[in-house]
Structure formats: C-alpha cells, structure tokens
T-cell receptor, first 116, second 112 residues
Framework: DADVTQTPRNRITKTGKRIMLECSQT?????MYWYRQDPGLGLQLIYY???????NKGEISDGYSVSRQAQAKFSLSLESAIPNQTALYFC???????????????FGPGTRLTVL | AQSVTQPDIHITVSEGASLELRCNYS??????LFWYVQSPGQGLQLLLK??????LVQGIKGFEAEFKRSQSSFNLRKPSVHWSDAAEYFC??????????FGKGTTLSVSS
C-alpha cells in the first residue's frame, strides 16, 4: 500500500465550484505539505503544516485553504475554483530534521485538476 | 532569500553517455540538499540526499551527486545513461522553518 495517498486522482470541475483534495499518510510524519505543479514552473508551495495545530501559508496560498484533521490527514480546498487553478497538485510528508529543517519529503501520486 | 537554480531547462544525452545536471543554491547555513526524479505521469521520487559528511553521495539507479560548498553547487551525475532515465529532475534545498524549496527542473531526453 502507498504511504501517501491522494484522492481524487483526477477531477474536472467548473468555474465557481468548491473542490476538496484529500491527502492521507501512513508514514507517521508530523509535517505535511501541498504543492501545485505547472509546466516550466517547478513545484510551488501552497500550504504546509508542521503539526496538527500548525498551519502556514506558502508562496501561492491565495484562493486556497487547508484543514489538518489529524496527524495523518491534510486537505486542500478551492473555495471557488477558477481556470488558472488547473494544475497537478501534490501532497507530501516529512519528518523534522535538525535545526528546524525538514528531512526528505515523500510525495503522493498527485491529483490532476481541470477547471473549465 | 533561499533559492535553487537549475540552469538547464532541457538536456538531451545519447544512451550510454555520461550525464551531469547542474544545481546551484542560495542558503546561508549548511544546507540539506536533495535530488528528485519525476517520470511522466508520476509523482516525485527521491534519488539522493545530502545532510552532512562525505560530499559525494550515492543514490538509487546509479546516480551520485557532489556537494561543493565553495561553488554552492550540488550537481547530479551518472556515468552511463539508460533510456529509462528520461524524466524531469528537480534539485531542492531544505531551509529552516519551512518546506523544501525546489528548482524549476531539468528535463532529460535520451537519444538512441
């Protein structure tokens, strides 16, 4: 079984709809992350959470919100989807390293979202 | 501000030839450094990592990388490329207090 799972794997929706992407992990990590990937732009950080009570904005958080329901679950919501949110979305998890840094991140398989 | 630069957007290498993918980072303290690979339609897989110690690190699939503090570089190498190595490669640095920062990636094509 995969350590980091994402649902759904593919989603097509319409402008203005509310969408939730879910992420679950069985690695026992405290830290979880959401990224979006667009061609040529690499991975851009949307939100991250270092524990259940800690939520932080990343570089492109506008138009997104998150919920950390438990250590193992971290959901990403698009309250009112727009076409330029069409992208590949990845969830990742990690342990803490030393000196406040994160150890290597483990990625889910991704969710391909299309907003029409 | 911390950043990662991968100067080459796209590289084509003949099968069996050697490979070097470049990565430069900007980070004040001793960095954690990573290389990830993404095959088409797949998620990201960790190839190797550097935390401390020996500056030449070995990874999976025959890859290695060398940390050079004086050049702020962490270049990825492979002596002989296989067609299955065609993918996108990302370098990343782990600063304190936030998530990994990724470069924009280098796409590797392998010609026969």
């Amino acid at each position: 079984d995969a350590d980091v799972t994402q649902t759904p794997r593919n989603r097509i929706t319409k402008t203005g709809k509310r969408i939730m992407l879910e992420c679950s992990q069985t690695k026992g990590h405290d830290r979880m992350y959401w990224y979006r990937q667009d061609p040529g732009l690499g991975l851009q950080l949307i939100y991250y959470s270092f524990d259940v009570k800690d939520i932080n904005k990343g570089e492109i958080s506008d138009g997104y919100s998150v919920s950390r329901q438990a250590q193992a679950k971290f959901s990403l919501s698009l309250e009112s989807a727009i076409p330029n949110q069409t992208a590949l979305y990845f969830c990742a998890t990690s342990d803490a390293g030393t000196s406040g840094r994160s150890a290597e991140q483990f990625f889910g398989p991704g969710t391909r979202l299309t907003v029409l | 501000a911390q950043s990662v630069t991968q100067p080459d957007i796209h590289i084509t290498v003949s099968e069996g030839a050697s490979l070097e993918l470049r990565c430069n980072y900007s980070y004040g303290a001793t960095p954690y450094l990573f290389w990830y690979v993404q095959s088409p339609g797949q998620g990201l897989q960790l190839l190797l990592k550097y935390f401390s110690g020996d500056t030449l690190v070995q990874g999976i699939k025959g890859f290695e990388a060398e940390f050079k503090r004086s050049q702020s570089s962490f270049n990825l190498r492979k002596p002989s490329v296989h067609w299955s190595d065609a993918a996108e490669y990302f370098c990343a640095v782990s600063p304190a207090g936030t998530a990994l920062i990724f470069g924009k990636g280098t796409t590797l094509s392998v010609s026969s």
